[in-house]
């Protein structure tokens, strides 16, 4: 069956460390989206990439970066971890970026100490 | 801007009561509106969705319809089980974009 993995489900980093958490879906969707999800926020859009080489911003992707450079994979980079950047990180995938039917990973909880 | 506001969790029901959780939107045009379940643990699933004014979307027993005169999308089951205890999010999709409201948390007790 397809499925999207996020790895590492757990991580414990320290303020100013590079920090990547990968996503891989094998859908073969061109929509992949990561959010973060923090209590009182629900979810929100960190970046998305509607297919190879696309990357765009999302609501709050200050402090965050991603890549595309192929269809399965779109990981997610902290280029200097914040306490604020403690989180949970959702990453999925859409097979259109107009139905608004995602599909997520289970997730990676992130701690900045 | 568009945004989606969810009544305030958690809620708190026995086994076999009713179940509402309130969504209401704010939408500069005519969104798609959704409902996703986040069990403990895991991420969050679609649970039903509708597309046009008065389609009512179902599934597992949950059921929501789409109100463009009071801009809501309630969801409703009949008789909730423990099993349906989890965080349900409400979300309108609209020109590619999907705004999730900030979720409301289920406890369902024996």
């Known amino acids: 069956d397809a499925e999207i993995t996020q790895s590492p489900r757990h991580k414990i980093t320290e303020t100013g460390r590079q920090v990547t958490l990968a996503c891989h879906q094998t859908w073969n969707h061109n929509n992949m989206f990561w959010y973060r999800q923090d209590l009182g926020h629900g979810l929100r859009l960190i970046h998305y990439?509607?297919?190879?080489?696309?990357?765009n911003k999302g609501e709050v992707s200050d402090g965050y970066s991603v890549s595309r450079s192929n269809t399965e994979d779109l990981p997610l980079t902290l280029e200097s971890a914040a306490s604020s950047q403690t989180s949970v990180y959702f990453c999925a995938s859409s097979e259109s970026p107009n139905t608004g039917e995602l599909f997520f990973g289970e997730g990676s909880r992130l701690t900045v100490l | 801007g568009n945004s989606v506001t969810q009544m305030e969790g958690p809620v708190t029901l026995s086994e076999e009561a009713f179940l509402t959780i309130n969504c209401t939107y704010t939408?500069?045009?005519?969104?798609?509106l959704f409902w996703y379940v986040q069990y403990p643990g895991e991420g969050l699933q679609l649970l039903l969705k509708?597309?046009?004014?008065?389609d009512k979307g179902s599934n597992k027993g949950f059921e929501a319809t789409y109100r463009k005169e009071t801009t809501s999308f309630h969801l409703e089951k009949g008789s909730v089980q423990v099993s349906d205890s989890a965080v349900y999010f409400c979300?309108?999709?609209?020109?590619?974009?999907?705004?999730f409201g900030k979720g409301t948390m289920l406890l369902v007790s024996p």
């Open positions: 939408a500069t045009g005519y969104p798609s």
């Open positions: 990439s509607y297919g190879v080489q696309d990357t």
């Open positions: 979300a309108l999709s609209l020109y590619s974009t999907l705004t």
């Open positions: 509708a597309t046009k004014a008065d």
